[in-house]
């Protein structure tokens, strides 16, 4: 997104010395539609279900226009013509960045609850860096935590940022060296990297949206524009190909949906769009060239870059405040604040240091950049590294709070036991709570991230009877044989069948007496790998083929219910409400609601259990004994977010965990 940094890049250019082409409004009219569909589609109005593809339009817009500043530099070795590119880059990039990061943190400080601070935290501390993609990439997605705290949206920037640390010196050697091969090469860069974009979209979908090789390709797309010489083409020829471009762009944007796996083969469409319209009006001002050259979009073009970095942060913000969804007024005034703020931005921030109107030295620059990219950065690391600063809140809302997961000793043991390699759960090395003799009976508890929510409930029900717990889990791995995971794309989760085999390994090794196996069944399709057949009988075939494979003489497994899951998270939106006067009923629903909604897993587990042999237990049991279930109680959460119970809430369902110690079967 750092593209929308390189505003009146040829102007710049000609002012340097260098031959520049003719400044052309319509390419700032095309960037003012890429931001359009950007912000309208986090805003999530209706209709710009594809908005993301404006990213793509920056990348292969920003590609053409850097390649075009750097041939036309004037510095006569390339060493110079390097400082001047990056100098250009940092007084164009950092100082709107710095600021907008500054301001988060301040208003983060304020608003976030501590697990929020925490993530922020860790964008804050990489957004100067320029490795706001790795942040992103480490939340698990797009959709992850992270994106959900303000900064989430600067991954674009670093992709753009760390793809300009390489590629301009290697133009300039092959301009140098290869001058007749120069375009033969990035043509060749190009589809190695496209090609690996489609090979990752398949299999490593979150890295493959956050890595700057697998989206190196848009941006040399744009460098080969720069590159190929002008052509003289029928009238009619470029009026009908920008219109065809334009329309496959703004179809995109109306037609794409965020499940689709991307980049990929669909970022072909707006990408070569783009290019269509960036060559089309090159040499003829086509009716597409002349709307896009409108006044008001050019001015939202000169201003998309802080448009950019400011609607995320204000939007969350609103988001976050709110908890339950925003009214279209409320989101129209977020949006004009939005194009105020830019403005401002663009006016005083932006324009001032751009123009050596302030910093005018390259010394003052760069003490500058230097001297605000380490607050920011260390302020981000003070965050990332904290509690979360529960104590900024009055003692009744850090009882809303649940058990923080971020606490620095709790976030240790968490990690070390959901991190536990295959080779160690093998060897049975695995987290153990309580003491075992030789020869007596010991629990072990088998799932994802919703078993660990259930230890202090486990072990609530295991050590009365002198049972040791060990803990086998991972986060997004259900205790399920011969399945993966499709929301992790076609080949799944790859940890998952790795860990499952070594549970197995584990439960033959530690021989418990009892398993129980836990995990958020509800949470996605599931798919068996040798039918590549799809639904919930093949949840039920998966859980046969896993009992089947842990189960011995002397030996109860049990499969533990879903919990309900809750409209908004828990803590936060109790929270939220306290801080905001309104009432807290938002985060109810009913007892046949969530039993409903379980009921296709639910049903599943229970017809197993009629055979004998599994045991059930059900935690909807006493959370959902009234018509409605409950989500705190004594004025405490009950669960941390939406479907993972706190250690309150763990203690508070222990006894619905009595069914898989009695003596028979109770299903």
């Known amino acids: 997104m750092a593209a929308v940094g390189v505003v009146n890049a040829h102007r710049a250019a000609a002012g340097a010395g260098g031959v520049a082409p003719a400044y052309r409004p319509d390419i700032d009219g095309l960037r003012a539609l890429a931001v359009l569909a950007v912000i309208l589609f986090h805003a999530q109005v209706p209709g710009f279900s594809g908005g993301f593809v404006g990213v793509d339009v920056f990348f292969v817009i920003s590609g053409y226009l850097i390649t075009q500043l750097l041939l036309v530099s004037h510095a006569d070795t390339q060493p110079r013509r390097l400082a001047e590119f990056y100098l250009r880059r940092a007084r164009r990039i950092l100082p709107a960045l710095l600021v907008v990061c500054l301001v988060t943190f301040l208003v983060s400080l304020w608003l976030l609850l501590p697990e929020s601070l925490v993530y922020l935290g860790k964008h804050l501390a990489a957004a100067p860096l320029l490795l706001s993609n790795l942040a992103a990439w480490s939340d698990g997605g797009y959709f992850g935590p992270g994106q959900t705290v303000a900064l989430g949206h600067l991954w674009s920037v670093a992709v753009e940022e760390q793809f300009y640390l390489v590629y301009p010196l290697l133009l300039l050697l092959l301009v140098r060296y290869l001058p007749a091969r120069r375009a033969a090469a990035l043509a060749v860069l190009a589809v190695a990297s496209l090609l690996l974009c489609l090979w990752a979209a398949r299999y490593r979908p979150a890295v493959n949206y956050f890595a700057a090789p697998t989206r190196a390709w848009e941006l040399l797309l744009g460098a080969l524009l720069a590159l190929r010489g002008s052509r003289v083409r029928a009238a009619w020829v470029e009026e009908s190909g ?28 707006p990408c070569l769009a783009t290019a269509g319209l960036i060559e089309s009006g090159r040499l003829r001002r086509t009716w597409v060239a002349h709307v896009l050259a409108w ?15 400011w609607h995320q942060p204000l939007l969350q913000w609103l988001n976050y405040w709110h908890v339950t969804p925003v009214s279209p007024a409320l989101r129209a005034l977020a949006l004009a604040a939005t194009g105020l703020l830019a403005t401002l931005s663009w006016r005083y921030i932006e324009q001032p240091v751009r123009r050596r109107r302030i910093l005018r030295s390259v010394h003052g620059l760069v003490l500058a950049a230097v001297a605000g990219s380490a607050l920011v950065c260390l302020s981000g690391v003070a965050l990332w590294r904290s509690d979360g600063f529960p104590q900024r809140f009055a003692a009744s809302t850090r009882s809303l709070l649940g058990d923080s997961w971020v606490d620095p000793g709790r976030l240790r043991e968490v990690t070390d036991c959901l991190e536990k390699s295959a080779a ?48 086998v889990a991972t986060s997004s791995c259900r205790p399920l044989l011969d399945v993966i995971n499709l929301a992790a794309g076609p080949a799944g989760n790859p940890k998952c069948a790795p860990f499952n085999a070594a549970a197995v390994a584990a439960v033959a090794r530690l021989a418990p007496t009892e398993v129980l196996l836990v995990g958020y069944w509800a949470g996605d399709r599931l798919r068996q790998r040798d039918t590549g057949e799809e639904g919930v009988g093949e949840f039920g075939r998966a859980l046969r083929n896993t009992v089947s494979a842990i189960t011995s003489p002397g030996r109860a497994v049990c499969v533990v219910l879903d919990v309900p899951l809750l409209p908004y998270a828990v803590s936060y939106g109790l929270a939220m409400a306290q801080r905001r006067g309104i009432a807290d009923d938002f985060l109810a629903i009913s007892r046949g609601e969530a039993y409903a909604a379980a009921a296709p897993w639910d049903t599943q587990i229970r017809s197993l259990a009629r055979t004998g042999v599994v045991r059930v237990a059900d935690p909807k049991g006493p959370l959902c004994s009234g018509t409605a279930c409950l989500y705190k109680l004594k004025g405490r959460a009950l669960y941390n977010d939406r479907n993972h119970l706190s250690e309150f809430g763990a203690h508070y369902v222990a006894p619905a965990l009595e069914p898989c110690f009695a003596a028979a079967a109770a299903p």
């Not at 006044?295 to 970095?309: E, K, N, Q, T």
């Open 242 to 269: 920008a219109f065809l471009c334009l329309a496959v762009l703004i179809g995109v944007a109306f037609v794409y949906d965020p499940g689709l796996p991307y980049p990929g083969a669909y970022t072909l469409a």
């Open 295 to 309: 006044r008001p979009l050019v001015f939202l073009g000169l201003i998309s870059y802080s448009l950019y970095l």
């Open 424 to 471: 160690a759960i093998r060897a049975g090395a695995v987290c153990q709570y309580g003491l075992r003799p030789p020869g007596a009976p010991a629990v072990l508890l088998w799932g994802d991230s919703h078993a660990l929510a259930l230890l202090p409930g486990v072990i609530d029900v295991s050590a009365p009877r002198g049972r040791a717990v060990y803990l």
